[in-house]
């Protein structure tokens, strides 16, 4: 079977594995974006709390 | 199609590279603001990095804010305060759309990715267009700003980012990011369709919604600086602190909740207003059906996102009486407190828009008949919530209308006026505004599951508890007890309301599984729900500017409270009309440049017919 | 095009709706405080009261929350000579005045001193007050000012007024307060410093003093991890040292640095002296 230009021929597990990386960059980026943000809002350097 | 091959190296390197790109990216970010609070404030980076003519000297004490006298304020001919107030709102209103219309966005194409339904992808692509096109304007108008504040108050902004310092240049390096990666979001929706590539393309909305939250709450810091500073000396100005102490003031985290709630309402009911215009202006029912599709996402969005704001704005005010009691009664007994009496008509008008707007979009389905009933008691709720909202507690009265009272309150209304009752009306108008909602999306169904009985008289015993908790906890708590500030009540309130929000979502899901689905004929309502459409974004505008005006104003008579004082000649809290007419001209004039936005977003898409043979221009233009 | 019109005749209707319902409230203009020359020699105790009354309800901003909406006491209402005198009675008065002109003045300057039962900040226990100190920003009332309003409350139930004409000779001028601004806060550059900048040495042994009133500082080290000797500083209120009163006061002028530049210094004060 010819495959095209590029494509290496990859064993069926690795290619589901492979198929679905997209996933699990979206995912990724989602938990570090989480991260981030409570870095950022929370936690924000150590401040503790500001009352009067 | 195997994007692969596409590919200029080896599959591998290309992961790799994107990886490493994406990685980059996220941590930038994280690098600069690390940097920026390494290299902190405090006496060591002042002595350290003090100009190079000048001398290290151990006594060099920390830079108060100045002083200025009324003569030191520049004067251009007009009002500054004007000038300024006009800018900033309308860059306001611009960035509010800007960030949040990637996120329901998102949110969109989420939907439409795991439903596998095209026409969700196809609207999440055409609200982006119209966001667009906004982007430019709030960048117009954050130049604008920014050169007006340097113009005409120059002492305010000399302090100001002597206190923010580096701040204001990650908020640059953001507006780098943000721009790039719009433009690669929409401009590459189609290059980044399918599979994978579509997973690629969810990831730079959500880096997209990322950078432009992050661009929110940093500038969120300068408005809470201004009026609860924090990080600094109270009695001189001096800085004493790092940038976070400065940063996180007690007011920076309310408002980022309430401005990240807010905008998306305002967002969603923006797009709302496009589909509205849209859908007037459609020739053929398909299109038709397209655009009232459309306008009822927005409108979900928009009262979706509008149901918490009242907690966020609570919390807020809470905040607000925490930091300094004199402010939070200026704000809402003392001289702005009429102005939360004109919030109760804006709100009403917008719960009563949306609510009038699922009412009508009832008649797209047969399956409403058996719910019109309830209607006119929703309607009842709600305008004797506003009723109540809206009645004063304190009107000034002639002595002779003392006399005829007999006291300073009247007798029956006058408990009307004070905190508990407004939220019991508040409580209950959502509380019902939900029940609307939740009878619309019954509309179109039959349900089947065998326990619906059941199922149905647990949502309505719900719906008469939480009735009855939100209005015995407000009297019993706002009448029965003697402290002023009735904050024991509202606990039970908002539990109450979200109780039957939740609820309501939970056994509705769980009683359509296996129902059968009624013809739902988009396109079939009636041209006054678009109406309703348009009454959203107008209230939703117009309430933004009021809002914005009372933080502002809260500050009264200075720049920085109880730091900087305002000596310009504008230093006083204006007139009601003064405040009216300056929110009337920001909403005009938001609505002439959406228009503008609008025009562009169709202008776009339009494709002249090219001319025949003769010259003549053929009959009609066709949109693409 | 009629589309158009129509959606912005509507819209437009809306907004002058919108704006109508500002023209049709009452209006109310909020001038800024001016500041003003007093012409301290010129002064009669009559004109010293009505200054007073004036900066009651004006600069004082007192109305906004001394009146009958329960916020705060309603001084206008009962005889404040009097039951200044019965509050400084009180079990529960924590501050140093012996009279009511006294406590009047300590009642703006130092609100904690006595809360009045049921107005106190919520959680507190009515020990911590919610009103501003007047003499500090936003309100900063001079010593002039505060004085007149005093004479003003002692006057306006026909008591006794207690306060004495301000005298011209070096006196400060309605701004007073604002021109002797205090001194731009200088960093301390080691802990030595800031322990002498915040006066730690008043109530504790340390660095070569020595002070019975609070726990001994030079063995701390040992005593306490570093966690609690920095929540000591921040929030002295909340452990107290067993035998010992609770009277160590907040630093808020203590910056980050200072404060770990302090912790860091007693967290290594074992018992290695005398």
């Given at each position: 079977m010819a495959l095209e230009h590029g494509v290496r021929e990859r064993s069926p597990t690795s290619t589901q594995a492979r198929s679905n990386w997209g996933a699990k960059l979206f995912f990724a980026i989602l938990f570090a974006v989480l991260v981030f943000f409570w870095w950022l809002l929370i936690y924000s350097g150590g401040v503790t709390g500001h009352h009067g | 199609m195997n994007w692969l091959a596409y590919c200029p190296v080896p599959s591998t390197w290309c992961r790799a590279l994107i990886a490493v790109l994406v990685v980059a990216i996220g941590l930038s970010a994280g690098e600069f603001v690390t940097d920026a609070s390494a290299a902190s404030h405090g006496a060591e980076q002042q002595i350290a990095s003090v100009g190079s003519d000048e001398v290290t000297d151990e006594s060099t004490s920390l830079r108060p804010a100045a002083r200025p006298k009324r003569s030191d304020y520049p004067s251009i001919g007009v009002s500054s305060r004007g000038v300024v107030w006009a800018i900033a709102q309308l860059h306001l209103f611009f960035g509010a759309l800007v960030l949040a219309v990637p996120i329901f966005v998102l949110v969109i194409e989420l939907i439409g990715f795991k439903t596998n339904d095209d026409r969700y992808d196809d609207m999440a692509h055409e609200f982006m267009k119209v966001s667009l096109t906004a982007y430019a304007i709030t960048a117009l108008f954050g130049g604008a700003l920014a050169l007006s504040l340097f113009l005409l108050y120059p002492d305010f902004m000399i302090y100001m980012t002597r206190v923010f310092e580096s701040q204001l240049l990650i908020y640059a390096v953001l507006f780098f990011l943000e721009s790039m990666l719009l433009y690669i979001y929409y401009y590459g929706w189609n290059a980044l369709r399918y599979g994978n590539r579509k997973w690629v393309h969810l990831t730079l909305g959500l880096l997209l919604n990322a950078v432009g939250t992050t661009l929110l709450v940093v500038a969120n810091s300068w408005s809470t600086f201004m009026m609860a500073p924090s990080g600094v000396d109270p009695a001189t100005g001096a800085v004493t602190g790092n940038i976070w102490e400065i940063m996180k003031g007690p007011l920076w985290n309310p408002l980022n909740l309430h401005r990240f709630l807010a905008n998306i309402a305002f967002g969603g009911a923006v797009v709302g207003a496009y589909a509205a215009f849209k859908f007037l202006a459609a020739q053929t029912p398909a299109e038709k059906a397209h655009y009232d599709w459309m306008g009822y996402t927005s409108n979900f969005t928009a009262i979706l996102a509008f149901l918490p704001l009242p907690f966020a704005g609570y919390w807020m005010m809470a905040e607000v009486y925490a930091y300094s009691q004199q402010m939070g009664i200026l704000a809402m007994g003392g001289i702005l407190a009429w102005l939360f009496v004109i919030q109760a008509v804006l709100i009403c008008t917008i719960l009563l828009a949306g609510n009038y707007y699922l009412w009508t979009g009832m008649a797209r389905t047969e399956g409403s008949a058996r719910y019109r009933w309830l209607i006119k008691y929703i309607a009842v709720v709600l305008v004797v919530g506003f009723l109540v909202w809206v009645t004063p507690h304190n009107v000034i009265y002639s002595a002779s209308e003392i006399a005829r009272l007999g006291g300073g309150n009247h007798p029956v209304l006058g408990p009307l006026g004070i905190m508990p009752a407004k939220n019991i009306a508040v409580f209950l108008m959502l509380i019902f505004t939900f029940l609307s909602f939740q009878l619309y999306r019954r509309a179109d169904k039959v349900i089947t599951v065998s326990w619906q009985h059941w199922g149905n008289t647990l949502m309505i015993a719900i719906y008469i508890v939480a009735s009855a908790n939100v209005i015995f906890?407000?009297?019993?708590?706002?009448?029965?007890?003697?402290?002023?500030?009735?904050?024991?009540?509202?606990?039970?309130?908002?539990?109450?309301?979200?109780?039957?929000?939740?609820?309501?979502?939970?056994?509705?899901?769980?009683?359509?599984?296996?129902a059968k689905t009624l013809r739902v004929s988009w396109g079939k309502v009636p041209d006054r729900a678009q109406y309703a459409l348009f009454a959203l974004p107008v209230a939703f505008t117009w309430l933004m500017a009021l809002m914005g005006y009372i933080r502002s104003s809260v500050r009264t008579h200075w720049h920085v409270y109880a730091v900087m004082k305002d000596n310009s000649p504008d230093n006083f809290i204006p007139t009601l009309q003064t405040v009216g007419n300056m929110v009337t001209l920001v909403t005009l004039l938001f609505l002439i440049f959406l228009l503008f936005i609008f025009w562009i977003a169709n202008l776009s898409g339009t494709k002249q017919v090219p001319l025949a043979t003769d010259g003549k221009p053929a009959p009609a233009e066709s949109a693409a | 095009?009629?589309?158009?019109?129509?959606?912005?005749?509507?819209?437009?209707?809306?907004?002058?709706?919108?704006?109508?319902?500002?023209?049709?409230?009452?209006?109310?203009?909020?001038?800024?405080?001016?500041?003003?020359?007093?012409?301290?020699?010129?002064?009669?105790?009559?004109?010293?009261t009505a200054m007073g009354e004036e900066l009651y309800g004006g600069k004082g901003t007192c109305t906004l929350c001394h009146n009958k909406l329960g916020r705060a006491p309603d001084l206008l209402a009962f005889d404040v000579a009097k039951v200044a005198l019965e509050r400084i009675a009180d079990s529960r008065?924590?501050?140093e005045v012996k009279d009511a002109e006294g406590y009047l003045r300590e009642s703006m300057v130092r609100p904690s001193m006595y809360v009045v039962e049921g107005f106190g900040k919520?959680?507190?226990?009515?020990?911590?007050?919610?009103?501003?100190?007047?003499?500090?920003?936003?309100?900063?009332?001079?010593?002039?000012?505060?004085?007149?309003?005093?004479?003003?409350?002692?006057?306006?139930?026909?008591?006794?007024?207690?306060?004495?004409?301000?005298?011209?000779a070096g006196a400060p001028t309605a701004q007073g307060k604002d021109e002797r601004r205090p001194a731009n806060p200088v960093l301390a550059k080691s802990p030595q410093d800031a322990i002498v900048k915040f006066g730690c040495a008043a109530c504790h042994s340390i660095l070569e003093t020595e002070s019975p009133i609070g726990p001994n500082l030079n063995d701390v080290g040992e005593r306490l991890s570093i966690g609690q000797i920095r929540q000591s500083i921040i929030a002295p209120k909340a452990v107290i040292a067993e035998g010992y009163p609770p009277i160590m006061p907040d630093f808020p002028a203590m910056t980050i640095t200072e404060l770990e530049m302090i912790v860091r210094f007693l967290a290594a004060q074992t018992d290695t002296q005398s």
């Open positions: - | 906890a407000g009297v019993y708590y706002g009448y029965f007890t003697n402290t002023v500030y009735k904050v024991g009540s509202s606990v039970i309130q908002v539990g109450s309301t979200a109780v039957v929000i939740v609820s309501g979502v939970v056994i509705d899901t769980l009683m359509f599984k296996g | 095009m009629i589309v158009l019109t129509k959606i912005l005749a509507f819209s437009v209707a809306l907004i002058l709706i919108f704006a109508g319902v500002t023209y049709v409230l009452p209006q109310m203009k909020g001038e800024a405080p001016e500041e003003k020359e007093v012409d301290v020699g010129a002064l009669t105790m009559d004109s010293f008065y924590q501050g919520k959680g507190s226990n009515d020990t911590e007050s919610p009103m501003p100190a007047i003499d500090k920003p936003p309100i900063q009332l001079s010593d002039v000012e505060i004085s007149a309003v005093i004479a003003y409350l002692q006057n306006k139930d026909g008591n006794p007024v207690t306060v004495a004409l301000p005298v011209k």
